[in-house]
């Protein structure tokens, strides 16, 4: 397969438009974030990073320098690869695996009183602690949010949630109480490589427009039907 040309990106994936989209949505944080980021010696015309967007979806096609994916819309995306795109594998673990101590990524859904209940969970490797701290917005469905987190302390979730656990969650600049139905995904991941993304593979992709290329920078991928929850 030719590596199509910016046409062709338009003709195969709404990414362009989801880019831009994206970067109308969140232009009031990007930006400031960017500028805070610039050397003193930036220059006042550097132009921000393209926004990253979440790709979610199956794997049609693999190969050294492109993924081509189906995503939750049904529209076909295809996205060049950055050098040594890492791969990592999401999967299973138990909730009784989230400990004090634990560095977690979950997305949940803000509640009337205040707390946030779970959609997913996700343990960090220890290696991965600290990744992305804080409390934000999420896509993952209307008025999502994504707490990156330690937890301070668990306890049994109330009576209405028999089962579950309920989460002191703590960040820098604040804190969540974080309730996790018994039913909710609790994931880790591990490094994989090409051969967990085989056609029909569920997929999260973050990416970025590059040079006016739609690009994959990383891939987060389950196996044998595993949907990757975040």
């Known amino acids: 397969m030719n590596t199509p040309s910016a046409s062709s990106f338009r003709k195969l994936s709404p990414l362009a438009s989801v880019l831009l989209a994206s970067a109308t949505l969140l232009g009031a944080a ?4 960017a500028a805070a980021a610039q050397s003193p010696a930036a220059t006042p015309s550097a132009a921000p ?6 790709i979610r979806g199956t794997v049609v096609y693999v190969d050294p320098k492109k993924v081509v994916v189906k995503d939750r819309s049904g529209e076909v995306v295809s996205l060049a690869r950055v050098a040594d795109m890492p791969i990592s594998e999401v999967y299973r673990i138990k909730l009784s695996d989230i400990k004090q101590g634990s560095f977690i990524g979950t997305a949940a859904m803000p509640q009337a009183d205040g707390t946030q209940k779970a959609l ?24 999502s949010t994504m707490t990156n987190a330690t937890v301070a ?19 820098k600049g604040g804190e969540k109480t ?21 056609p029909g593979a569920k997929v999260l992709i973050n990416a970025q427009e590059r040079n006016g290329t739609p690009t994959a920078l990383r891939v987060l991928a389950g196996r044998n039907g595993f949907t990757p929850p975040m």
Request: hydrophobic letters at 45%; proline letters at 14%; zero cysteines.
């Open 153 to 171: 302390d668990l306890a049994a979730a109330p009576k209405n949630v028999r089962g579950g656990q309920q989460l002191k969650l703590s960040y």
């Open 120 to 143: 997913e969970v996700l343990v960090f490797p220890e290696a991965a602690r600290g990744t992305g701290e804080g409390h934000f917005p999420w896509d993952l469905q209307p008025q």
């Open 49 to 54: 990073a393209a926004p990253t967007v979440r």
């Open 178 to 198: 974080l309730i996790v139905p018994p039913n909710v995904p609790v994931v880790t991941f591990k490094p994989a490589t090409d051969a967990l993304l085989v």
């Open 30 to 33: 990007v930006l400031p974030l």
